[in-house]
């Protein structure tokens, strides 16, 4: 059958090896979508300045394309990730979430980002939709109040289950180790409402203000899980709340995954290098450098040795760059976005899946480069979004 692309004017031309979405049997990927027209024209009423609440309007509008050119909506959405450019800007974009999407209740994780590969981008967003199958989104009493109208303890639809947590606002001002038991605690409060427990886990998403306290996080996971642990992904962000440490992104499958590759990182790192769950496959963020060799490399450089190992670790699974259906990449600076691209590009054809690209910290300090994917058996008969120029979709 193969792929199939389907063209729309409405969405602007992308600016680097990407589409706007993607699906793959059930599973719905919508890339890096910003606040923009289909000329590429941030939204808003003063020119010259940045108004948040007008580009995040236009992207949940967007978001409605992208999800209807898939057949898809906005009741599928199980999970929205939102990067914002300063977070006094939060309340504003809460507000207009509620005003625009009243009725969209899933898992909301927001994360700080140093600015977006469009200037005077105030926001950027991607999201999870599932099609079909039973859809509940999750409250537990004892969790804090989910941004944006979500979903505190997460959204469960058929065998997946997303969620977001953070710290309980009564260890705030607690040693490191503490603050991770806790999130570690909401997790697990979070996964008990979805009916699934730790062992389900397949990606976890570690997001760290202050990454010389990954090893506190990890020795408490130790103690805390057992193998096979779920891949993961660790960015240095800022988070919501000034004091928070970590903050966790998790996906769950009914059954868990099996373990694609050798541990990731160091020996004491509680992580996978893939996980392997019935057609899908999360590969945890990969960097172009061996961690702690201190190597410089060009950023070009690092990016085709990460592809490398994402090659290794498809084949792993069956698979090949044709089955990618997402990738979150993070950069620690924007000066590298197009020796990035450079080096992206040689390992993808089109039509390309979606991706993130954002600023962030990473634990290797030689490191310029992370990249991580998920990937479906169903992509290579997976319905793209594409391009049109204007009169021609």
């Not at 004017?9 to 600016?15: A, D, N, Q």
């Not at 010389?212 to 800022?238: C, K, N, Q």
């Not at 990618?324 to 990035?340: E, G, I, K, P």
């Not at 994917?373 to 319905?383: C, L, P, Q």
Request: with cysteine; aromatic share 6%; net charge negative.
């Amino acid at each position: 059958m193969g792929r199939t692309v389907v063209p729309t004017e409405r969405l602007m031309k992308p600016i680097a090896q990407f589409s706007f979405g993607m699906r793959a049997g059930s599973v719905v990927r919508i890339g890096a979508t910003a606040g923009t027209d289909g000329a590429r024209r941030l939204m808003g009423s003063s020119p010259g300045l940045v108004d948040v609440v007008a580009q995040t309007a236009r992207m949940l509008e967007n978001f409605e394309i992208s999800l209807n050119l898939l057949g898809a909506g906005t009741s599928d959405v199980v999970h929205i990730r939102t990067w914002l450019n300063d977070w006094r800007d939060r309340a504003r974009f809460e507000a207009a979430v509620l005003d625009h999407w009243p009725d969209v209740v899933a898992c909301h994780s927001i994360v700080g980002s140093a600015g977006f590969p469009i200037p005077q981008a105030a926001v950027e967003g991607e999201l999870v939709a599932i099609v079909g199958g039973t859809r509940t989104a999750l409250d537990a009493p004892n969790l804090a109040t989910a941004p944006a109208g979500g979903a505190n303890a997460g959204v469960r639809a058929g065998a997946h289950h997303f969620c977001t947590v953070g710290p309980a606002d009564d260890v705030l001002l607690a040693d490191p180790a503490a603050r991770a038991r806790s999130c570690l605690d909401r997790l697990e409060i979070a996964l008990d409402a979805a009916g699934l427990q730790a062992r389900d886990l397949v990606m976890l998403n570690v997001n760290c203000s202050d990454l010389r306290l990954l090893p506190v996080f990890d020795r408490v996971l130790g103690d805390r899980m057992e193998p096979p642990y779920p891949a993961r992904t660790v960015s240095g962000v800022s988070l919501p709340d000034p004091r928070w440490l970590f903050s966790l992104d998790a996906i769950a499958i009914a059954g868990g995954g099996k373990p694609i590759g050798s541990d990731s990182g160091p020996h004491e790192a509680r992580a996978s290098a893939a996980m392997l769950a019935g057609d899908e496959l999360f590969i945890g963020g990969v960097v172009g450098t061996a961690v702690g060799s201190g190597r410089i490399e060009s950023v070009q450089s690092q990016t085709h040795e990460a592809w490398g190992r994402i090659g290794e670790l498809l084949a792993g699974a069956g698979m090949t760059t044709e089955d990618v259906l997402h990738t979150t990449n993070t950069l620690t600076d924007w000066r590298s976005y197009d020796a990035f691209n450079a080096g992206y590009g040689a390992h993808l054809s089109p039509p390309y899946p979606p991706r993130v690209t954002v600023v962030g910290m990473l634990s290797d300090a030689a490191a310029r480069v992370m990249i991580d994917v998920h990937a479906h058996r169903g992509a290579r008969e997976g319905r793209f979004i594409g391009y049109a120029s204007p009169g021609s979709a």
